[in-house]
């Protein structure tokens, strides 16, 4: 999250002159606006403080009850935390200008698209955009993780199918039903899971990377079918750099 709420944070006109107050209504803002949860805690709000280098309130529980206690409530209690009433969550929006923090992230993707040389990753990245643009962004984040799962093909490919088949050759799960990779296609025979977990025993991906990766599976997964799961813009630039970055540049074929 600290890279998200930074983003958030730098958007912000005159963000140093806010007031404690003001920020705790801004993170709670983002957390349920900009990331789509149904709640903010209060520990969400004071980590927010503390991923953007400022000085955490140490009563953020207390300024968010006595916001919905307030003449003029400010917060509403949803599903064990708190969230902006309508009144304030349209004025904050007003505020912060929704279309203009959408051009700027928007640039922030286009200018991955400048990093990929020419050819169907870029082209594909590119239609990924566009649909993030269009605030289709559940359809940007499928595009883009087949993307990265399709570039570590590639990768794996041309460079390390060796090393993979030798850790496919001693694998026990009878759910992977095929024991040697020889084409593209091959790979689609296991689960994206599996499929993740040979590359980091082979050693053609590092920890840090099956991390981002497992996450980013997860969020695909939640995006690729009917779900009550809201899926804001900050959450999808997130998703793109980190695996823009992290695998496709990362892994050059």
């Given at each position: 999250m ?10 912000i006109?005159?963000?140093e ?12 803002y ?12 209060a ?5 927010s ?5 400022l ?14 206690k ?15 009433q309508r ?10 200008g929704?279309?203009k ?6 640039a ?6 400048h990093k ?16 993030f643009?269009?605030r ?5 984040i499928?595009?883009v993780?087949?993307?990265?799962i ?5 990768y ?15 694998n ?5 039903k095929?024991?040697?990779?020889m084409q ?5 025979e296991m689960?994206?899971?599996k ?15 099956r991390?981002?990766?497992?996450q980013?599976?997860?969020t695909?997964?939640s ?9 804001g ?21």
């Open positions: 600290t890279t998200a709420v930074n983003r958030f944070y730098n958007s006109e005159d963000a002159s806010q007031s404690q107050s003001a920020l705790v209504e801004l993170f709670v983002f957390l349920t606006v900009e990331l789509g949860q149904d709640a903010a805690a520990k969400q709000v004071a980590d403080f503390a991923a953007c280098d000085v955490v309130p140490g009563n953020v529980g207390a300024r968010l009850s006595e916001g919905v307030a003449k003029s409530p400010k917060y509403i209690r949803a599903n064990g935390g708190y969230k902006l009144h304030m969550r349209e004025a904050l929006s007003r505020k912060l929704a279309e923090v959408m051009a700027q992230t928007s922030t993707l286009r200018g991955l698209e990929l040389p020419e050819g169907a990753d870029k082209d594909f990245l590119k239609e990924a955009v566009d649909c643009e269009a289709a962004n559940r359809a940007a499928v595009m993780w087949i993307l990265a399709d570039h570590l093909f590639s794996i490919l041309a460079h390390k199918l060796a090393e993979f088949n030798a850790v496919l050759a001693q026990k799960d009878k759910s992977v095929v024991r040697v990779i593209r296609d091959d790979f689609t689960k994206e899971s499929f993740i977990e040979f590359c980091r025993t082979a050693k053609i991906i590092n920890n840090d990377v991390k981002i990766l497992n980013k599976l997860e695909r997964n995006c690729a079918h009917p779900s009550g799961v809201t899926i813009k900050t959450k999808v630039v997130e998703f793109v750099e980190d695996l823009v970055d992290n695998v496709v540049l990362k892994y050059a074929v």
